[in-house]
């Protein structure tokens, strides 16, 4: 991450970028001469000197100087391309910054470009000016700060460009040296054989061409290609035997050497890197409908991936010839492959096919997380990837959870994995069930304290501290999910998220009974406060994933579902127990309030502004608002009913405060419904538009720019003040419909150049003639509308009290 300030910013000089880039450029137009040279000094060495030992070289070395050629323009290209739109950007971003600070000075503001702070002078807050010094300074600042946040950004771009793109010492921009990688394939098959014992010499050496050449394809497909799929789990477990694990700072051990920690930590990340490398599609499609695929040339063929599965299906012994107790026997391949996962980024299409296989082998087995255990080796650490002074840190028995680490970072390879395997069932959805997607989602055990070396050190540590274990695994299957629903909108991410509220509705936890129970044998029911039917872990995403579908979401909690095949098709009673279950989480409960009120107040303004009907008068516009606050009321009241089981801090408790002064509670709710409002007017959101972030953006923006009175009298997080059920649901409507300009009679104080006077520039005066046009002229509208905004919202806590307590009344009985 960049570490750019404000004052590097100022004093950002484009001219030694732009030398740079004519430098590259020079250097790109004179490598594309050479390469059109020597191709035409070579293309006809074959007519000239067609046989021969000498012939063959000469050839073989024109095409090596030819493929060098070539791989040099392009990254020379890329870095001149870079420097010179670097260059553009931050003088921009430098221009903008050094108006908003001479404007500030000018305006008799105290700028400091060390702590990008801003001090209004003490004239400016007197005489009323209080509120509007406050939102000046905090919208100059934000200015600041996300030209900032974008100059960052150009400059961690820039530097991503630099670092794919320039040549390494030891090779420059070409193709590795046919001698490294024979070097490389001797070493490997040399350290993998449990019978040989490598030289430091030999372990560096192999790093060293690991690091070197990795990436390059030709290398990593050769290597590993000569290695076989069994050969490279076979080093990776061999190399996990050269360094014991004990309890505690592996450093303090009499026995550890750290030199050798990090050089299998190196090679595991490298030998993964080279799997990533060599396993990418770079090959192309033919037939008619391009079902057809070629393998590029250096990517590995899938006969050799479905060796890898079968080998990681396989139980193989891994063993230090030195020490014959360092070892764990019938450790399966994918638990060697694992910690080649963990820390690299791989193609969509081998991911899927090789993660889909290591979910349903563990399914097969009907061992849950508990097939990985059943080897361990005492001291032992398969995975050297992550923190092994951690003790909590997995040690890499469990392949699904470097798996998960992979998956969060590839949306489309997590999407693809979960819905590429269907069971057709007569009583689940109507394209069948998805079983990977249920198994990891419902009755996986994630038991974290699984994860660890075997010994009895280790047990004592267990029994001892077993409850401080977390599984940071789960955090990562939320984060796949997350990206698999949204990434790239469409019927397969739908699909998915239809199948995560389905899964969860239909499992004996929703039904009130423990994990595993069978509800037609004897089972006790757990009432919905003690039973999570989403793991604790996964409830910020799935918020998230609900925020993303909001407009789905409306539609099918509505009295009148709406579906159509463009949005989620799930049932109400399902989504509302999925809502409950997610809002027991505080943040989780915050993140879908948000997107509901942005996507309520947007739904207002569509219907008040007339784009929805335009020839609908006042009355027509409450009818339509209704159902707008029936679905608002029925999401709020869901997710509210889910954190008062869970007793944290919701919208029903912070009711009370808000109603204790009227005048207060608008003076703060006002400007931020005002503010939803005021954003939502461009774009009103439908499925498409909410899947790509618009309620997220919406409100991210509020934030930003600092939308609350943070002067002096009352301050409310955002989302917890937008979250407030019953009394936001009525604020919604009737700030809504103030701001429309429709509401007949205002008191002339309320209008200000003959439209509405802001909410934020509300004088005490102001507040009192409202609340008088409230109790009075507006009483029709205003009072109809916020009946039925309160109404909805105690609905909708009410009907899903009653959906979950259908099966709630059995514990008692």
């Keep these: 991450m960049s570490g750019l300030t404000l004052q590097d910013l100022l004093g950002f000089d484009a001219g030694p970028w732009h030398s740079a880039a004519e430098s590259w450029s020079r250097l790109a137009q004179g490598i594309d001469d050479a390469s059109e040279d020597l191709t035409r000094c070579t293309r006809d060495l074959d007519g000239a000197w067609p046989q021969g030992r000498g012939s063959t070289t000469a050839m073989e070395k024109g095409e090596k100087l030819r493929a060098e050629a070539d791989n040099t323009y392009l990254p020379a290209k890329r870095l001149a391309d870079a420097f010179d739109q670097h260059a553009y950007a931050m003088q921009g971003y430098r221009t903008q910054a050094e108006q908003i600070v001479a404007s500030a000075r000018q305006a008799g503001y105290t700028v400091d470009t060390a702590t990008m702070s801003i001090t209004a002078p003490a004239s400016a807050y007197t005489g009323g000016n209080l509120d509007r010094t406050g939102r000046e300074t905090g919208a100059l600042l934000n200015d600041l700060r996300l030209l900032v946040d974008y100059a960052r950004s150009q400059d961690d771009a820039t530097a991503a460009t630099i670092k794919g793109n320039v040549p390494s010492p030891q090779n420059g921009f070409g193709t590795t040296p046919p001698s490294k990688i024979t070097r490389a394939q001797e070493l490997a098959n040399k350290i993998k054989d449990p019978a040989y014992d490598p030289t430091a010499a030999e372990l560096d050496e192999l790093r060293s061409l690991v690091q ?131 820390n690299n980024s791989f193609d969509s299409g081998f991911l899927s096919t090789v993660g889909g296989d290591i979910i349903d082998f563990e399914m097969q087995q009907g061992k849950d997380g508990a ?122 991410a739908r699909r998915l998220v239809e199948a995560i509220i389905y899964e969860t509705s239909a499992d004996e936890q929703a039904k009130g009974y423990a994990n595993g129970e069978n509800p037609s044998k004897d089972a006790q029911t757990v009432e919905f406060r003690k039973n999570n039917l989403i793991h604790p872990e996964l409830r910020d995403s799935m918020g998230n994933i609900v925020s993303a ?51 309520a107040a947007a739904k207002y303004d569509e219907i008040l502004s007339g784009r929805q009907n335009p020839n609908d008068d006042i009355n027509g516009n409450l009818r339509s608002m209704e159902v707008v606050s029936r679905n608002y009321g029925s999401v709020l009241g869901a997710i509210d009913f889910g954190a008062a089981e869970a007793q944290h801090a919701t919208s029903a408790d912070l009711d009370k405060q808000h109603n204790d002064g009227v005048e207060d509670r608008y003076k703060v709710i006002g400007p931020l419904v005002e503010g939803v409002v005021g954003a939502a007017t461009a774009k009103v959101p439908g499925a498409s538009d909410v899947i790509n972030g618009f309620a997220g953006n919406i409100m991210e923006d509020l934030e930003k720019g600092a939308k609350i009175d943070n002067t002096g009298r009352v301050a409310y997080d955002v989302g917890t003040t937008l979250g407030a059920g019953h009394t936001t649901a009525v604020d919604l409507t009737e700030v809504a419909l103030y701001n429309s300009g429709k509401l007949e009679g205002l008191p002339t104080g309320l209008i200000q150049d003959g439209h509405p006077k802001p909410i934020s520039e509300w004088t005490d005066e102001n507040y009192q003639d409202w609340q008088t046009y409230k109790g009075g002229l507006g009483q029709s509208t205003l009072g109809s509308a916020a009946v039925d905004a309160g109404d909805s919202y105690q609905g909708g806590y009410e009907w899903t009290r009653t959906t979950l307590g259908d099966w709630k009344s059995e514990v008692s009985k």
């Design 371 to 492: 097939l990985w255990t059943e080897a361990r080796g005492e001291n032992i650490r398969l995975d050297w990837t992550v923190d092994h002074d951690d003790d909590k840190a997995p040690a890499g028995y469990d392949p699904v959870n470097p798996l998960m680490d992979a998956l969060s970072r590839n949306g489309e390879a997590t999407r693809d994995l979960l819905t590429g395997v269907t069971h057709l069932s007569s009583d689940g959805p109507e394209g069948g069930r998805l079983p990977r997607l249920d198994y990891l989602l419902t009755d996986r055990d994630w038991n974290a304290t699984a994860d660890v070396p075997g010994g009895p050190g280790w047990t004592a540590e267990l029994m001892a501290n077993g409850d401080e274990y977390k599984n940071g695994s789960l955090d990562k299957f939320g984060i796949a999910l997350e990206r698999a629903a949204t990434d790239t909108p469409g019927p397969d």
């Design 212 to 342: 070197v050449y990795g990436k390059d394809p030709a290398f990593a497909h050769d290597v590993l290609n000569g290695l076989g799929p069994k050969g490279l789990l076979e080093l990776s477990g061999r190399l996990a035997t050269l360094q014991t694990d004990q309890l505690g700072k592996d450093a303090d051990g009499m026995l550890f050497s750290r030199d050798t920690a990090y050089m299998v930590q190196d090679l595991q990340n490298g030998l993964g890197m080279m799997l990533s490398t060599a396993t990418a599609e770079t090959g192309t499609t033919t037939g008619l409908r391009g079902e057809t695929y070629i393998p590029g040339q250096y990517e590995l063929s899938s006969q050799w991936v479905s060796d890898l599965m079968a080998a990681g299906r396989s139980k193989m012994d891994i063993v230090d010839p030195d020490s014959p107790a360092l070892a764990v026997n019938d450790v399966y391949g994918y638990q060697l492959l694992g910690p080649l996962l963990r």
């Design 549 to 599: 579908y909001i407009a789905d979401v409306n539609h099918n909690i509505a009295d009148s579902r709406t579906v159509t095949d463009q949005t989620l098709d799930v049932n109400r009673t399902d989504l509302t127990r999925f809502l409950a279950d997610i809002g027991k989480d505080q943040g989780a409960h915050q993140t879908v309030a948000n997107a509901e009120a942005v996507y």
